[in-house]
Structure formats: C-alpha cells, structure tokens
C-alpha cells in the first residue's frame, strides 16, 4: 500500500463523525494535515461518543446535528472538499424493531446529504460507508463487487438502498461519489457495550470484563472482519482517487475466519472465556450463513491492502480500552 496521501489544505465533513469508524477518521485525517468537521446528533442508541474526540476536541469543528434535518446539512456541506458519510442508524436488530427510524436515518438521511450537496457543494467528494451485509446469502464465493444484493434484515436492505442514491447522484448529476463497504470491523472507539451493533466489539467488550463470550451454534459461520485502521485507509484512499467515481468497493481482510475462531482469539489476546449455546430465534432469523468476500479490486483500484491481522488487531484494541474502560460501558 501506498503511503497515506497528504490531506493538507482539504476541508473534509465527516457525519457519524463521533461514533466508530467516524471518529478514527477524524484522529487520521488530521494526522494527514485536513482541517475537519464533525457533524453528529450522538444518537445513545449508537456508537456516538464523545471521549471518541478526547484529546482533539479544540482541533476540530463539532456541529451537533441530525442529518435529518436539510438546513443543518446544507450549512455543514458548504465549501468542503470531501464528505464522509459515517452517520447511520447501525443496528440490524433494532432494525427490524424499528423499522421506520431505520428508512428515516439510513435512505432519508443519505438524501438529504446528496441533495444538499447537488445544490450547495456539487464538486465535493462524497464517501458512502456500506455494509457487507447488503449481499445478504453468498451465492457464489468469493463474492465481489458483482455479486447480487438480497439482504436479509431492514437495515442491510436500506444501506443497500442509500448506496444506491449515492450511485444514482454520481451517474446522473455527474457528481463525485463512491462507495466503500465494510465488514466487522473491529479497534479502538468501537461500540462494545451491546450485542445489537454487531458480534465482534461486542465479544471484545465481554472480553474485557473476563465474561462468557456466548457463540451461537457452532459458530462455524465464516466472517470477513477488517481492523479499523486498515477500513479507514481504505475509505481515506477512495476519498483522494478520481477513479473511485461511481465505483464500490469491498474493504475486507485477507482473510476469513470462523466466528468461534474470532471468539477463541479474543478469548486468548484479551479475555474471556468462549460458551457456545443455542441459537435465539430473532437472530437465527436473520442470519446469512458464511460469507467469503474478494478484496482484490480495492487492492488494485485503490492501491490498498490490509496491515494489521486478527491478533495484533486485537492486542492493539485491548491496549487501547484498557485504561478508559469506564468511558464506554458507563
Ligand atoms: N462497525 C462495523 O463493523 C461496520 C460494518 C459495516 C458497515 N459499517 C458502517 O459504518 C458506518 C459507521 O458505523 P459505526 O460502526 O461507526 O457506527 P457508530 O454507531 O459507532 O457510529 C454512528 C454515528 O452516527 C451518528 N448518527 C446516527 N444517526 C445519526 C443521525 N441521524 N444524524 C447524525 N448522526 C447520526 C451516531 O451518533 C454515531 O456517532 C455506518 O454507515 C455503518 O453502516 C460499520
């Protein structure tokens, strides 16, 4: 991989930008000398956290907003370079629970940023995070950027959906627009204190309170995973190349591992000790069986590729949560 480009003189927006993935993008895209902007509501059924900001908080513009709401949107997208978009109602369970606020945030919410940028700012770099799991059950393996979409849960179905609108504006309005979709991923600032935000931060946060970590089944699923680190490089990559236009990419490790070996590998690098257990109904309703994911055309498009692997990934996250442990299951 290409040393990370310079993001020098870049007026970058990063919605969700207090949560997970946003928020290492706002500590990396500093780093790279951008100027940057956080546009969040901190939503308490998500990741948003603002500890996730400690140490930077001087050095970056905070507008507390919903992306629901147009005017604040517009406002924030005037006279930026790149936007990410990080901000996204990431529950699959709740999802289907509420299915409506799951439309209102993730298909309504993406609107809003497209259209507020097609009037106010349509030269900006728009970055959509997408979801792996909008492939829903493999059909072929390993699944690649051509593989058909039919995603078994409301959220994955939506995001599906937002990624959509986010071509349509890029192929019909000739804007700048692409989209990078994500699996598991895992690292510091991640949401560790539910189950509902996926399986492996939350396997990390149980970890590291010495707790069961309960694999349903088996657990021989397969699973693509990717450290936040190496996820965000991707995302920074896709932001800088003019070929990434109109394109989507799967940013996903090497490799694939088992959710029981997931849980076996926090067990071992932070804690816990592994239980397996019969699967709940409401989640064996909306399991997609395994899942193989190709990396290769974001290898080549992007000049990208993976750093980090599943233990020094780990170790790296429990160094990380383990002196402010407090601060993110308070
Ligand atoms: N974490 C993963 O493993 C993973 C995998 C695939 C895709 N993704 C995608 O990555 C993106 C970020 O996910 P994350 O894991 O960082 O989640 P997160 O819950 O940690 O962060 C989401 C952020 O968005 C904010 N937000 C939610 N609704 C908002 C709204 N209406 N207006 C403004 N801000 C709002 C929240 O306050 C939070 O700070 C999402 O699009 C998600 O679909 C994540």
Known sequence: MDLMPSLKGQRVLITGGLGF??????????????????????????????????????????????????????????????LFNCAAYTSHPNSMKEPLIDI????????????????????????????????????????????????????????SASEKYVLIYGSAYRMRTTVVRLANVFGPRSNIRSADFGFMNYFVGIGLRGKDLTVYGDGAQLRNINYVEDAIAALILASQADKSDGEV??????????????????????????????????????????????????????????????TAGLIKTKDYFAPCLGQYLG
Request: proline content about 4%; some cysteine; overall charge negative.
């Open 104 to 159: 209102d945030v993730n298909c309504k919410g993406v609107i809003n940023i497209l259209e507020a940028a097609r009037r106010f700012n349509p030269h900006i770099k728009i970055v959509q995070v997408g979801t792996t799991t909008q492939i829903g059950r493999m059909q072929f393996s390993p699944i690649d950027e051509t593989h058909p979409e039919f995603p078994v849960d409301i959220y994955s179905a939506n995001k």
């Open 21 to 82: 993935i946003g928020s290492n993008l706002v500590h990396k895209c500093l780093e790279l000398g951008a100027e940057v902007t956080i546009y969040d509501c901190l939503d308490p059924r998500s990741g948003g956290n603002m500890y996730n900001v400690q140490g930077i908080k001087n050095s970056v513009g905070i507008i507390l907003n919903d992306i629901r709401n147009f005017e604040g949107v517009c406002a924030a997208i005037l006279n930026k370079d790149v």
């Open 249 to 310: 990419f799967f940013a996903v490790a090497d490799k694939e591992y088992a959710v029981s070996e997931i849980a076996e590998a926090i067990s071992r690098n932070i804690g816990g000790r592994v239980r397996y257990v019969e699967w709940p109904k409401d989640r064996e309703m909306i399991e997609i069986g395994h899942a193989v994911i190709s990396n290769k055309k974001t290898k080549a498009v992007l000049n990208w590729a993976p750093q980090t692997d599943l």
